[in-house]
């Protein structure tokens, strides 16, 4: 086997930069239902799913497998595909964060080694029925069956306590929310740390450090484990306060209900080797709970951008580790030039999110109006129903303006009129004039 070669640690040390990106990227979706409830203070919380990310990370490999084994040809990619894969995943993550949207880590790590791996070898060392059978239809299924799910789930539960005490209740189910919420985080824990540690695999195999179709060594499951943990621990506000308070407002009876299933779909995914995006299954379980109560509404506006970005993650990762492949192909300067590239994109991205900080002391302060604006659809609608007539004239009563008496001015001097003349007396009739 070869040595450790200086690409080959570069590829290590970038991977572990995504997988710390991962860690505060995805803390929402174990910590924002339990945060925005109330049920565990935010630094906490927050240092409570860092220590269970990293128990998770060594309770299995079966994903690490999926990705380093699976999904592309291990022959012919080069440490240097590997490197491009992880910026362009590094970027979109960054990009995601910045403006709020729990969008997938997982997904744009798999677009990245796409789209690096289709510009160095060809759209034939992509593994396609890999990739539709435990990449893209988990992520289609996964939003679905969690949010059918959470829904039920909630409804549910507000059925059977709907005769139990009110603040005994509430209680309840905060401490359920903090079970639940663990066990969430160490489902995170076994799905994307193994991301991180398949990709480092696939790397030591293509430098030549690893045998083919080997296992993730225990210091890459080690390392993986504390890079998440960290960055979980760093906690990625701007998405905890989307996914808390922007997409719909729970209560805490509802966040049990979401975590729970949410779970529940995490862990057997991550037993049967399914890539599954644990950001999908969150939010399709906190719209569903959303949604399980009576009254309860989802903020349609938020979670359009959020399918939007949802759709973007896997063609936007692969385009820029295309283009960062290619200049890696010119040579040791081209990787220092998209090494150069991805720290001073990364830094620029960071000093903008400082114009609006984020953190743990106005986690919980709304995103959205609680009054939702019209969207488009609604606004195409007025513009071509007219208004009842009440409302017509309210309108017009509104808008125009009445109109005003003039303010009173001098009269102009006139010549005296010529007085009238008295009426007639037929008892005394006016004397006849000769002329």
Not at 319 to 336: I, M, R
Request: glycine letters at 10%.
């Amino acid at each position: 086997m070869e040595s450790f070669s200086l690409i080959l640690a570069i590829v290590v040390v970038t991977a572990l930069a995504f997988d710390f990106t991962n860690g505060f990227h995805d803390t929402a979706n174990a910590m924002a239902t339990t945060i925005s409830t109330g049920a565990m203070r935010p630094k906490a919380a927050v240092a409570m799913s860092a220590v269970l990310n990293l128990v998770g990370a060594f309770l299995s490999v079966e994903v690490a497998n999926t990705i380093s084994k699976g999904l592309v040809d291990e022959t012919g990619i080069r440490p240097e595909v590997i490197f491009a894969a992880l910026v362009g995943a590094i970027l979109w993550n960054l990009l995601t964060w910045l403006v709020g949207l729990p969008s997938s880590s997982s997904h744009a790590l798999m677009g990245g080694l796409i789209g690096a791996t289709v510009a160095t070898a060809g759209i034939g060392a992509v593994h396609g029925g890999v990739l539709v059978t435990k990449v893209l239809i988990p992520a289609l299924a996964a939003p679905l069956v969690a949010g059918i799910a959470a829904m039920l789930a909630a409804r549910l539960t507000y059925r059977l306590g709907r005769k139990a005490d009110g603040k005994a209740a509430e209680k309840g189910y905060r401490a359920g929310q903090i079970a639940s919420a663990g066990l969430v985080s160490l489902a995170h824990g076994t799905n994307d740390a193994q991301k991180t540690m398949g990709i480092i695999t696939l790397a030591l195999i293509a430098g030549g450090a690893l045998a083919p179709d080997s296992d993730p060594p225990l210091w890459v499951i080690l390392s993986a484990g504390v890079a998440i943990a960290l960055g979980t621990y760093l906690g990625g506000w701007r998405i905890i306060r989307t996914m808390g308070k922007g997409l719909t407002d729970l209560q805490p009876q509802q966040g049990f209900a979401a975590q729970t299933s949410a779970a529940t779909v995490i862990l057997a995914s991550s037993h049967l080797g399914f890539s599954l995006s644990t950001t999908h299954s969150v939010s399709g379980s906190v719209m569903g709970a959303g949604l399980g109560r009576k009254g309860g509404v989802v903020r349609w506006s938020t979670a359009t951008r959020m399918f939007v970005a949802w759709g973007l993650t896997l063609p936007a990762a692969a385009l820029v580790a295309a283009l960062a492949e290619w200049v890696c192909g010119f040579g040791d300067w081209g990787t220092a030039l998209v090494a150069v590239f991805l720290v001073a994109s990364s830094a620029a991205i960071w000093k903008i999110s400082r114009r609006e900080v984020v953190d743990h002391t106005n986690v919980n302060d709304p995103e959205t109006p609680a009054e939702e604006p019209a969207g488009v659809v609604n606004q195409a609608i007025a513009a071509v129903t007219p208004p009842p007539t009440g409302a017509l004239e309210e309108e017009l009563t509104a808008t125009v303006p009445a109109p005003t008496a003039p303010a009173p001015t001098a009269p102009a001097p006139t010549a005296p009129a010529p007085a009238a003349p008295a009426p007639a007396d037929p008892a005394n009739p006016p004397a006849k004039t000769t002329v």
